[in-house]
């Protein structure tokens, strides 16, 4: 079914939140469903085609992160005719919620998820957490989670001080610790930052034989949002769909951080930090020679400057 798709396509960036909720509830009921889960969650649904990509998504990341304030499954949607569940929320809120249970518990019964060929679960952050913890509704899904939170039970992760609001929250009820749910996943793939140690020691806790876990150094505390910009996450789940996505896959389309000036000043900032100037060198060249880029121009003399003093000795030129 894709009739009325170019209604995807309305910018509602413009919207105040209350006409932005309406609008969105009246193109989502068009072509599908638009459903409140209480005051700070809510679900949306599009049917189109086999392929079912479930998203969780903060209406303030959405705001963020889209020019159009649209879901992120959208994009997918239009471009590849997938068919779209997302699950909304005000805030961080790691949808601990009775409500967003009983959506759950009565997808289950209905079988909805047995409607389609392929399921993909997807989110980053509070909702990666949440998008391993759901994907044990649809056995032999696909997760897709960028910096996830394994659970933020203090009696778990008291080391994370960055939720500590959170801590009254139970995450030791349904659909509560992370890595257990995804034992009913096909395959589950987990992105972090190994340079952001508590996401990396949040990573190390899914180790399971479904989970693969991809380091991508220097992309900071908002993966999501480089990985956008390099406009590579599209593709990600797109292969993750076709069983297609392996470390040489994901090592190629990763080489795209190579021409993402926030990855480039991240990798120079950690090399500054490390005082390892030969390295900085090596950057600003390789940089330089793809690129016009003013400040790596300074940068290589000023390390030049620094050698020519008897600081180090320069890499020889190729």
């Known amino acids: 079914m894709q009739e009325n798709l170019e209604i995807l396509g309305e910018d509602l960036s413009g919207l105040k939140p209350a006409q932005w909720e309406k609008r969105l509830a009246a193109i989502t009921e068009e ?9 700070k969650h809510c679900a949306t649904f599009l049917d189109q085609g086999n392929t079912l990509l479930v998203t969780f998504e903060t209406v303030q990341g959405i705001h963020n992160l889209s ?53 993909i679960f997807y989110g980053a952050g509070p909702c990666g957490y949440a998008a391993s913890a759901f994907s044990v509704a649809a056995p ?20 994370d001080e960055r939720f500590v ?41 899914f180790s399971r034989k479904n989970v693969s876990r991809f380091r991508v150094p220097n992309l900071g505390a908002a993966v999501q949002t480089r990985m956008l910009e390099m406009k590579i996450l599209n593709t990600i789940l797109k292969k993750a769909a076709d069983d297609a996505f392996t470390e040489l896959a994901f090592a190629r389309l990763f080489r795209a951080r190579r021409d993402d000036a ?51 000795e320069l890499p020889s030129s190729l």
């Open 31 to 39: 072509l599908g469903m638009f459903q409140p889960l209480g005051p």
């Open 67 to 119: 020019k159009l304030a649209q879901p992120l499954g959208f994009d997918m949607v239009k471009s590849e005719g997938w068919s779209h569940l997302g699950l909304l929320s005000s805030g961080d809120t790691w949808f601990r919620n009775e409500r967003v249970y009983g959506f759950f518990d009565q997808l289950i019964d209905d079988g909805f998820f047995d409607e389609f060929d392929n399921v």
């Open 140 to 159: 032999g899904a696909t997760v897709v989670a960028i910096q996830p939170q394994a659970t933020l039970d203090p009696r778990m992760t008291e080391w």
């Open 165 to 205: 609001e959170m801590r009254r929250v139970s995450f030791t009820d349904r659909y509560g610790y992370a890595p257990d749910m995804l034992d009913a996943a096909k395959q589950a793939y987990i992105f972090y930052d190994p340079y952001e140690r508590l996401d990396a020691m949040h990573a190390a806790l």
């Open 262 to 312: 926030s990855y480039l000043r991240a990798l120079m900032a950690r090399l500054d930090h490390q005082d390892r100037p030969y390295l900085q060198v090596l950057v600003c060249r390789n940089v330089l020679s793809r690129v016009r880029a003013p400040r790596f121009r300074r940068r290589l003399q000023s390390l030049e400057q620094r050698a020519a003093d008897g600081e180090f």
